[in-house]
């Protein structure tokens, strides 16, 4: 059986290297071979955390026109906005009623954030928050994906939505299909400037659509020890060996790993990373340039998206209303 291989994307924030290297590069590789694909920007998920309309309707076009510029190409995946496709909010109200809370209430997110809070646990929270798990099996279960592929954060959402699909199928027909996992084994955690995990909220990303000067400025801000030039390093936990790695071949990453033991300066180390990483992003660069000026292009391919995945969604919540008895009067 041909795999449906489907993905969604929370619309926050502008992409950096860590997303590139740890969600668009390899997603844009899966998408390329012969299984179908569905990508999804997931902009109602977005908004449970953001009431900034501006930045939500910004990070939805940078995100956009990331994951095009990095080679996702529309013609083979079905690319689309979640808000274009209403049927994804009826089904999540379906799924809400046969949906347990205990089985929300166990969910990781909502815990942790509970767990913030002292004296009232619920303090901040909103049902958006607490019921995030059914809005992303609505997602799934909407387009029969037969294989989602999650990072280990999301890996009990996807239980939750077998878990909510088989109770549905159980209490009704059996409408929907159990999704796998697509788990990536050696999981990476793209370090930033200050060697934590790179991420927005601690203000330490490299930017992926910036300038090459941006680059450069960002490169050179990644904090490395007092060593001089000429005293051997050590390239194991190195935020710039670390970073090379996602971008060299074997070779390079040899000959880095011997020019550090022969006393590499932090300047000359941070050329050859600012160099491999600005390699392969120029193409992306200069595409990401094109679709900009491109003002009707986002436009057009998420229009395209939205019909081809609305055409699945209207035929499938068709057949879920009928099952649960919201058909025509007779
Ligand atoms: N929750 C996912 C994340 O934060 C994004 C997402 C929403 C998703 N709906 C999905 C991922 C459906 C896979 C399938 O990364």
């Excluded at 992003?281 to 081809?308: F, H, T, W």
Aim: hydrophobic share 40%; proline share 5%; glycine share 6%.
């Amino acid at each position: 059986m041909k795999k449906r291989i489907l993905t969604g994307i929370t619309t926050t924030g502008t992409p950096h290297i860590g997303n590139y290297i740890g969600a668009i590069r390899p997603a844009v590789e899966l998408s390329s071979n012969n299984d179908e694909s569905f990508f999804f920007l997931a902009d109602y998920h977005s908004i449970i955390k953001n009431q900034d309309s501006l930045s939500i309707k910004e990070s939805v076009k940078d995100i956009a026109l990331a994951w095009l510029s990095c080679g996702l190409d529309p013609k083979k995946t079905c690319f689309y906005r979640q808000s274009d496709v209403p049927e994804i909010m009826e089904l999540t109200w379906i799924l809400n009623c046969v949906t347990a809370k205990g089985l929300m209430n166990r969910a990781h997110a909502y815990k942790a954030a509970t767990a913030l809070n002292d004296n009232d646990p619920d303090k901040g929270i909103t049902m958006g928050l607490f019921s995030y798990p059914v809005l992303m099996a609505a997602d799934i279960l909407m387009f029969d994906s037969t294989h989602v592929p999650v990072g280990s954060d999301q890996m009990q959402h996807l239980e939750m939505t077998r878990d909510i699909a088989a109770r549905f199928n159980h209490l009704y027909k059996p409408l929907f299909t159990l999704p796998e996992p697509i788990i990536d084994n050696d999981e990476k955690v793209v370090p930033g400037l200050d060697g934590r995990k790179m991420s927005k909220s601690y203000n330490n990303v490299i930017p992926l659509l910036g300038s090459d000067k941006k680059l450069k400025k960002s490169i050179m801000k990644i904090v490395t020890n007092s060593l001089e030039p000429g005293e051997p390093k050590n390239p194991n936990d190195c935020t710039l060996f670390e970073l090379y790695k996602y971008f060299a071949n074997a070779d390079e990453i040899n000959e880095f790993k011997n020019a550090y033991e022969e006393g590499i300066s932090w300047g000359d180390a941070k050329d050859i990373l600012f160099n491999i990483i600005n390699a392969e992003l120029l193409p992306i660069r200069s595409k990401y340039e094109d679709l900009i000026n491109d003002q009707d292009y986002l436009n057009d391919v998420l229009g395209e998206g939205a019909k081809k995945a609305r055409t699945l969604a209207q035929e499938k919540i068709e057949k879920v209303k009928e099952v649960i008895g919201l058909t025509k009067i007779s």
